[in-house]
């Protein structure tokens, strides 16, 4: 999976969790500080990117990725 | 200068006293802290303007919400940040760029979870520093200014306490918030209401300092966990109490001996945190209180009631039982049962029924109504003798519990003395006690309680009337000797200055020495212990051996040249025998002080406080009782007596069992001299000059012992 389609996928995903206007999902916007997720959205983050790309993330590393261009950095890992 | 001092010169004005308050992080989810700390800030009333700053939400309780602090057009003088902790150094930055210089942080997940909380509580502290901001937390419950000109409540606490005048600072977050409800419960009020958590920027002596000055507050209260810088505490606590009159209750947790454990001096090992910051802030004039029931006691004492001018207390009461334990309370507590004028007795003879008793405790017995009370404490409250009223009630068939705390606490309110209640009971009397607590006359469900309360107030009276006293100076004392000594030692890699050296640095600062001298054969030893005059005492002298007495390497009274002479021989065996690797320095004679009581006199560097003095009754009495009293240095002249009289076995000092007393005034010398050394010599870590050697009255004391360890 090329880099796009995972931006794609994770900005569609973040929209959805956090209930955001995608337009305000910018690669260098924070999910918590930008686009206002708590604690508890974050958890539901994780899992919604876990189920969307099949993956088994590390947890507390994944709670350290705080943009949406470090989202996708951190899941391009997993898929290659 | 202190960076608490820094922070006092900024603008703490505007954590109580914002015009404008944006919340940064806030949302719409009823019952989070992000929710209701702006609810809170809304629903009690706050006189200026707040804004909710929130990543995705329009509004936030029908206000209109911004996504930044930096879109808000106006400016906003408080900054309260309710952001994950991961986040707060962006809301931060973006305060800094906004131009707000106040902020309390409310996030947790800071120095409290970590090493990775260390790390973000470090950059938050950076970027406070680059903008200028002060701020409280994080890690924290919030702020609480019950002030009508504020009304703010910064908070995630259920309810605004109602106005009063005591001030509340704590580090623990939880605890505020039982607070606010146990003092709800007995209708005290606050001024200001502070948690300040991690204290990463504003600490309690900022806000402390704050508060000397806060028209509002009475008396501060403060709950500690650790203190961090306990000098710093002391002078602020002293300048408060000194230039306002404003008393201070610290209940100060976790009182733990695990940090005294690996001393390696009895002053170390007896010198715990605990006893250090017992002393302290006696010296300071703070109240120290062990449990928050025991803080609401005397702050409700201190902030309703005048202070006491004395211990002579009268005791109005409907039954002798509690008289009796009132009485038993008030003796236990040091204070005094007040003896009336002929005035005041012939008034109650007047007044009272035949079967009361109209010496104290008074009892105006059990069907005492209102009238009665009034006559027994208007008269013992106009009585030149007493100074200060204790009125105590049991609810018996025929007392009326209503008019009774109403004359009460008019009476009381009519005179400048002191008066505290104690209607006995719950069910019954519960409509007298919230009469009292509503119009402010101190109440305690136990006459000890009372007692208790009311001794704080007294003490608190008596250190706000003393004079500070600074270290005494002496002439001819010689720095250099005493600092060549340590360099020397310091500069052979050596942390132990056996007694010669010891003796010494002692000497330099005019700590009474014997006359001593360090003799390498026997001859040496023969000729130095007749020229020193005998008895003499010999003890061996190696770097190698700490515990003499443990090696045979100590003979005592010696009263010959040739008894030295063997005396010599003998301990060089002894010490080759149980410690044959040990580097003989010489045997170190001594003159030997035949009669006196032993005690002893330590140094310790505490952490927090730096040098404390300690001083006990040698033997057992520090072995076993641990019969030792702490100051931190400087020691006055005031001070160093305290510090004799306090111990529990005072008495054999001052000449107990038909004994001489023990020449007090020189140990007082001692005590000062010491602390100057301490203070002027901050290389030795740890001093015991154990034993000192008291003579009688005017005979002076002598240094018969003493190590260093630097």
Known sequence: MDKAEIKSRVEKVTAQVLKVDPKEITPTANFAFDLGADSMQSIELIAAFEEEFNISMDEQKAREVQTVEGAVEFIAGYLK | MSESTVFAQKDLEHVFYPKSVAVLGTNRVVG?????????????????????????????????????????????????????????????????????????????????????????????????????????????????????????NASFARKMPQEGSIAFLSQSGALCTAVLDYAQAKHIGFSKFVSFGNKANINEIDLMRYLKNDPKTKVILVYLEEITDGAGLMNVAREIIRETGKPILILKSGRTREGAAAAASHTGSLAGSDEVCDAAFRQAGIIRCTTIEEMFNAAIALAYQPVPQGKRVAIITNAGGPGVLATDAAIAQRLELAKFSEQTTEVFKKSLPATANIKNPVDVIGDARADRYKVALGSALTDPGVDGVFVILTPQSMTDIENIAQEVCTTIGKYDK???????????????????????????????SMCKAYASALFFKEHRDQVDEPQAEFVGVNKPAAADVIRSAMGAGRSYLPEEESNVVLKAFGLPTLPSALARSKDEAMKMAGDIGFPVVLKIVSDDIIHKFDVKGVVLDVRSAEAAGEAYESILRNVAAAKPDAKIKGVFIQKMVMRGEEVILGVKRDPSFGAVIMFGLGGLFVEVFKDVSFRVAPVGPRAAGEMIREIRAYSMLAGARGKKPRDIKAVEECIQRLSLLALELPEIKELDINPLIVSDEGAGCYVADARIML
């Not at chain 2, 629903?43 to 930044?68: C, L, M, N, T």
């Not at chain 2, 509580?121 to 702020?143: D, H, M, T």
């Not at chain 2, 505290?420 to 719950?426: I, K, L, P, V």
């Open chain 2, 32 to 152: 989070t802290v992000p929710y209701d700390i702006f609810a809170n800030i809304l629903k009690d009333s706050f006189q200026g303007i707040v804004y909710p700053v929130s990543p995705k939400e329009r509004s936030v309780a029908g206000v209109r919400a911004y996504k930044y602090i930096l879109d808000i057009p106006d400016p906003v003088d408080l900054a309260i940040l309710v952001f994950p902790s991961t986040v707060c150094n962006l809301a931060l930055e973006q305060c800094g760029q906004k131009g707000v210089k106040s902020a309390i942080i409310i996030s947790a997940g800071f120095r409290e979870i970590g090493p990775a909380g260390i790390k973000r509580e470090e950059e938050i502290k950076a970027i406070a520093q680059k903008y200028n901001i002060s701020f409280i937390g994080p890690n924290c419950l919030g702020v609480i200014n019950t002030d009508p000109l504020s009304r703010l």
């Open chain 2, 418 to 448: 002191p008066g505290y209640a104690s209607f006995m009971g719950e069910k019954d009397v519960a409509v007298g006690i919230n009469i009292l607590q509503q119009r402010s006359i101190p109440h305690y469900i136990l006459p000890e």
